[in-house]
């Protein structure tokens, strides 16, 4: 169990590019969160995958991010168009439904993303 | 929809001293809450979590938490500050079996020496 993998750690962007941050589960999780931390602030829920369907998407979810989770494994989350505040820690959870840590979420590093 | 409310952005403590961190939340059906802990640089890490069992809740560090219903709290304690418990904590509830939780906005511990 190597824990909730977030990838990059950093992004430093400029205003209207696109960008996608990789989120690697704990391998035996079903369940798949995203949520965003701004500065002073709690995290956000986002959205959230059990297996490979997107059960949920908050309304801060935007036309402009979109998540997946093709294999039900790793999930990536893409925001086009970067606007500046979108700058933000975008953290990745996962949980699994069963066993003594039952719907406990683990969290990744979070990939902070900056937009210029 | 279901909120918790973190009373205090910022604590400081004395090393050795009680730690003492409020979160009140609101919710229209039994909630199940969580402390959790953020280290700088780092993703959250879970100290305790309240789920209907015993409402003296024990979790890592020497920390625990109490719920009490009457007064729609669940703050988060512990007997002797260390230095290395400065970091920022978070209360979160929720009440759905998705577990997506909505969390407070934080308060931040400093531990002087």
């Known amino acids: 169990d190597t824990g909730v993998s977030q990838d990059p750690r950093h992004k430093i962007t400029k205003r209207g590019q696109n960008v996608t941050f990789r989120c690697d589960p704990i391998s035996e999780h079903n369940r798949l969160y995203w949520y965003r931390q701004t500065l002073g602030q709690g995290p956000e829920f986002l959205t959230y995958f059990q297996n490979e369907a997107q059960l949920e998407k908050s309304r801060l979810l935007s036309d402009r991010f979109s998540a997946e989770r093709p294999k039900g494994s790793f999930s990536t989350l893409e925001i086009q168009r970067t606007e500046q505040g979108d700058s933000a820690m975008y953290l990745c959870?996962?949980?699994?439904?069963?066993?003594?840590?039952?719907?406990?979420?683990?969290f990744g590093a979070g990939s902070r993303l900056t937009v210029l | 929809a279901q909120s918790v409310t973190q009373l205090g952005s910022h604590v400081s403590v004395s090393e050795g001293a009680l730690v003492l961190l409020r979160c009140n939340y609101s919710s229209s059906v039994p909630p199940y809450l969580f402390w959790y802990v953020q280290y700088p640089n780092q993703g959250l890490q879970l100290l305790l979590k309240y789920t209907s069992a015993a409402t003296l809740v024990k979790g890592i560090n020497d920390f625990e938490a109490e719920f009490k219903k009457s007064e729609t709290s669940f703050h988060l304690t512990k007997p002797s500050a260390h230095m290395s418990d400065a970091a920022e904590y978070f209360c979160?509830?929720?009440?759905?079996?998705?577990?997506?939780?909505?969390f407070g906005a934080g308060t931040t511990v400093t531990v002087r020496a």
């Open positions: 979160a509830v929720t009440i759905s079996n998705d577990y997506k939780l909505s």
């Open positions: 959870a996962s949980s699994f439904p069963r066993g003594a840590g039952a719907n406990v979420l683990t």
